[in-house]
């Protein structure tokens, strides 16, 4: 069974960094489409950046420059960098996979971040 566990958020001020991690357990990272998603209150869920099959890693407009994503094969475990953090960030990020002849993916419960202005 395939389970992905986040930590990392918090509260932070504008201007600041944190580091988020997923675990995985019951997959491979090497094998599957990974990324990370956020969802704001009362906003719909979206990307934040996505490793594709091609091995090269997509971020959204609003993230470029500011947040980096990562992935230790050997410890099946990605990563989110985030630095220059805004107020707008604000939200609960969560992980996902998915195999990539799969329709459904496999979600984290997610982790916090608050960024106070």
């Known amino acids: 069974q395939v389970q992905l566990v986040e930590s990392g958020g918090g509260l932070v001020q504008a201007g600041g960094s944190l580091r988020l991690s997923c675990a995985a357990s019951?997959?491979?990272?090497?094998?599957?489409?990974v990324g990370w998603y956020r969802q704001a209150p009362g906003k719909q869920r979206e990307l934040v950046a996505v490793?594709?099959?091609?091995?090269?890693?997509n971020y959204a407009d609003s993230v470029k420059g500011r947040f980096t994503m990562s992935r230790d094969n050997a410890k099946n475990t990605m990563y989110l960098q985030m630095n220059s953090l805004k107020p707008e960030d604000t939200g609960v990020y969560h992980c996902?996979?998915?195999?990539?002849?799969?329709?459904?993916?496999?979600w984290g419960q997610g982790t916090q971040v608050t960024v106070s202005s």
């Open positions: 996902a996979s998915r195999a990539p002849e799969a329709t459904s993916a496999y």
């Open positions: 019951g997959t491979d990272f090497r094998k599957v489409l």
């Open positions: 490793i594709n099959s091609g091995g090269s890693i």
